[in-house]
């Protein structure tokens, strides 16, 4: 049976299409997409695909379908380099067996996930 191989992309509807990718562009790092001849290529990693029930309060806004998570190798780190920039943080921080996750919001009101996976957590501190 023929799989996919990994994510090519994501595509989201935004009042400012523009501004949005270059704020993702600016505090994430992702290249930007303007210039093809150098995409984004991510970091070998797990990636969950997984669908939740329609009334979850898990993305923040009921009319919010859909949250990207992207992993980071220190979340502490990545969340205090977001406030330094002004970029909405949220207080919370949740520590599980699978790693650690908090959450920041997008210009346009969406919630981000930032997801630093348990073999990611020693790495850093290493």
Do not use: C, K
Not at 48 to 66: H, I, K, L, M
């Amino acid at each position: 049976m023929e799989r996919v191989s990994g994510i090519g992309g994501v595509f989201f509807r935004a009042r400012d299409p523009e501004a949005l990718t270059q704020w993702y562009v600016r505090h994430f790092g992702i290249d930007d997409p303007a210039n093809p001849a150098a995409p984004w290529r991510q970091e070998a990693g797990m990636t969950v695909w997984s669908g939740f029930a329609a009334d979850t309060d898990y993305f923040g806004r009921p009319e919010q379908q859909w949250m990207i998570n992207f992993r980071v190798r220190d979340l502490d780190a990545m969340l205090a380099q977001l406030r330094a920039a002004d970029v909405e943080v949220l207080d919370a921080i949740e520590d599980t067996d699978y790693g650690r996750f908090g959450w920041v919001v997008d210009p346009e009101g969406n919630r981000v996930e930032l997801w630093q996976p348990p073999d990611e957590e020693h790495s850093a501190s290493n």
